[in-house]
């Protein structure tokens, strides 16, 4: 994703973005990136596709 300066959306910041605070589920995890990257882009034009995986580890041996 590209914000309105041309800048990419990096892994360097999805990183800060998910370093800030534990989320309670994947689902929860997801939304907060989507949010930020649509703020990020700032109602510029989608230049591509966005897809988005999540898994959460519930400690049992099984993944939500």
Excluded: C
Excluded at 24 to 36: F, L
Excluded at 53 to 63: F, H, R
Aim: glycine letters at 4%; aromatic letters at 4%; proline letters at 5%.
């Amino acid at each position: 994703a590209l914000s309105p300066a041309g800048e990419m959306y990096q892994k360097s910041r999805l990183e800060q973005l998910l370093s800030q605070s534990p989320l309670p589920s994947a689902d929860k995890m997801i939304d907060k990136v989507h949010t930020n990257l649509l703020a990020f882009m700032d109602n510029e034009i989608q230049s591509d596709d966005i897809t988005m995986l999540a898994a959460q580890w519930l400690g049992d041996g099984s993944l939500q």
